[in-house]
């Protein structure tokens, strides 16, 4: 049985709690990361405020159900950029285990090729949508939904400038994550 009392000590003798932190860095964190957390401060802000009037005042804003739904696309569509920075949506690398390391970084480019197209193609739809849907408005909020996808197009066009940075990283330096999944986009 193992002694709960044997592992690190939390607690002085004081009774009072010994933690030590390490000193927080933010200077690297891309501005998608800023935008994001601002679009997710609002819509707790928003889902807050829909709680107090809806069940503490009993009359439910009408506008917040609408904004929230929009401030979450916000909130994805921007942070997947994130994602695409940090190279850690979801992949399969079982393949280039069993290829021959020239097929697999010929592969490898491909995908990184395929992933910019699939986002640059995103950007040029979202525009041609918001062209035809010029004159649209939200249902509740008399706002134009172009905001909306505004949000959105701005999230695609992320996505490709970082599909393009984490090219060029891998151009680089040789090789990508599916060629050696312990790696990092930190390695360069």
Do not use: C
């Given at each position: 049985m193992h002694d709960l009392d044997s592992g690190p000590r939390v607690m002085r003798a004081d009774g009072t709690f010994h933690t030590t932190d390490d000193e927080v860095d933010l200077s690297d964190t891309p501005w998608e990361a800023w935008l994001a957390l601002a679009f997710f401060w609002a819509l707790g802000a928003?889902?807050?405020y829909q709680f107090i009037t809806r069940y503490v005042l009993n009359d439910s804003a009408a506008w917040t159900e609408e904004i929230a739904r929009y401030?979450?696309?916000?909130?994805?569509?921007?942070?997947?950029?994130?994602?695409?920075?940090?190279?850690?949506?979801?992949?399969?690398?079982f393949l280039y285990r069993y290829l021959p390391p020239s097929a697999g970084r010929a592969m490898a480019l491909l995908v990184d090729v395929l992933r910019i197209a699939?986002?640059?193609?995103?950007?040029?739809l979202t525009v041609q949508m918001m062209m035809k849907m010029d004159t649209y408005k939200m249902t509740v909020v008399e706002l134009p939904m172009n905001y909306v996808y505004g949000v959105c197009l701005l999230g695609f066009a992320a996505m490709t400038a970082r599909s393009v940075w984490v090219l060029r990283?891998?151009?680089?330096?040789?090789?990508?994550?599916l060629e050696r999944?312990?790696?990092?986009?930190?390695?360069?």
């Open positions: 928003t889902v807050v401030l979450l696309v916000s909130t994805v569509f921007v942070g997947a950029a994130i994602g695409v920075a940090k190279n850690n949506h979801i992949q399969v690398d699939f986002f640059a193609a995103a950007s040029v990283i891998h151009w680089q330096r040789g090789y990508s994550a999944p312990e790696s990092t986009m930190a390695e360069r």
